[in-house]
């Protein structure tokens, strides 16, 4: 039975950067993969700020950016877009397959070992290490191991949507911004998106919980999309963080702890700095066997997101819950305070909590009553400690 001090299980993003961030401190780490190649499927939109390159040390190259943009275009049902502008292009889209093939080969270079097409079976732990049976009946020991195979292993499948994004040529819409479109004729309780790669293609994609692929049909239909290159299907983790980070010598990180914001399922800031508090904490475990690791890593994190995630549950509820005439207002009255500004101080990666302290509490409240009536109204009160 080989031996391996940690074993990450799942060759993505925050898996990934776990293991760079491991070997870079000479810790003896194998990420396991199950499909043949990192980076595979591409299914991430891979939309982050630039607070996420620099807090991620993703490196601004054109082999790792497709594109940077200054503005969104958000679309309601009626199709009377809303402009949101920010004072420089700081909102940037990975190649992710690139970006992950970069984090695997940094990590290789500092002595982490990948081993492709092998995907963890079982596993079981004691109080000194993890026991884990592989494909090909191969068995390894280690004393951790590192959930990061994504939603597949999230526990909440209450807390999924089906997602679906397409690579194809477009046109009629501008190549300089990000289009996000929200309509339940074709993405009941989430939304469309439209994000350009350069002039001629872009990535297309939506999320459901049901009947996926024939609302896909809908809103290409709608957007005048007649073929496509390359399609994927993944499901998006939106339920929320896990209730536990730590259990014992098993650890979670990105999609499979529930890091991820839960009304977009982004995961690449939530799911990346999870990375590095985790490694940061395996380092000082392994160093000091008196830190406790919940602390070192579940507590960190929580500090960092239990506030905005809460938050966020909440939209997702209420937005769920909405009919397009609903959500024809709600741009109605988002037009109205947008067309005061030139453009908003939002923290992209914290977007909640950051356009409710632009709005103010009171303004919040106020169209949230206008438009919901008074329980949802006074059930966002309870959030006023968050958002101070």
Request: proline letters at 3%; aromatic letters at 12%; one cysteine or more.
């Amino acid at each position: 039975m080989d031996r391996s001090e940690i074993l990450i299980a799942g060759g993505g993003f925050s898996g990934l950067l776990c293991a760079k961030e491991l070997a870079s401190k000479n810790f003896p780490v194998k990420v396991i993969e199950e499909h043949n190649e990192i980076g595979y499927p591409n299914k991430c939109s891979g939309v982050v700020s630039l607070k996420t390159i620099e807090a991620l040390n993703i490196p601004i190259s054109k082999n790792l950016v497709e594109n940077q943009f200054s503005e969104i275009f958000f679309y309601p049902p009626s199709g009377k877009r809303v402009t949101v502008s920010f004072k420089t292009k700081n909102i940037f889209v990975l190649n992710r397959y690139n970006v992950d093939n970069y984090l695997a080969e940094e990590a290789i270079k500092n002595g982490a070992e990948i081993s492709l097409l092998t995907k963890m079976i079982s596993f079981s732990q004691n109080d000194i290490c993890v026991k884990i049976k592989l494909t090909g009946d191969q068995s390894l020991t280690s004393s951790y191991l590192i959930d990061a195979r994504g939603a597949s292993s999230y526990v909440d499948k209450l807390g999924l949507y089906n997602g679906v994004q397409l690579y194809a040529f477009y046109k009629d819409f501008e190549a300089d911004a990000i289009h996000v479109f929200f309509d339940k004729s074709f993405s009941p309780g989430f939304f469309a998106w439209l994000i350009p790669v350069n002039e001629n293609l872009a990535k297309i994609g939506l999320a459901s919980k049901q009947n996926t692929f024939e609302f896909t049909k809908i809103f290409l239909k709608k957007i005048g999309i007649k073929h496509f290159l390359k399609i994927y299907f993944s499901p998006i983790v939106v339920g929320g963080v896990k209730q536990n980070l730590v259990e014992g010598r098993i650890l979670y990180v990105g999609d499979s702890a529930g890091q991820t914001k839960p009304t977009t399922g982004g995961g690449i800031y939530f799911g990346g700095i999870g990375a590095l508090l985790l490694a940061k904490a395996i380092v000082n475990k392994l160093s000091d066997p008196k830190i406790c690791l919940a602390d070192e890593y579940e507590k960190n994190w929580l500090s960092f997101f239990k506030n905005e995630v809460e938050l966020m549950k909440f939209a997702r509820k209420v937005y769920e819950s909405m009919d397009n005439d609903k959500i024809e207002r709600l741009f109605s009255i988002a037009k109205e305070v947008i067309s005061t500004k030139d453009v908003l101080e939002i923290d992209y990666d914290l977007h909640l909590s950051s356009i409710i302290k632009f709005l103010g509490v009171r303004n919040t409240l106020k169209i949230c009553k206008e438009i919901f009536g008074n329980v949802v109204t006074e059930h966002l009160k309870k959030f006023n400690n968050l958002i101070k």
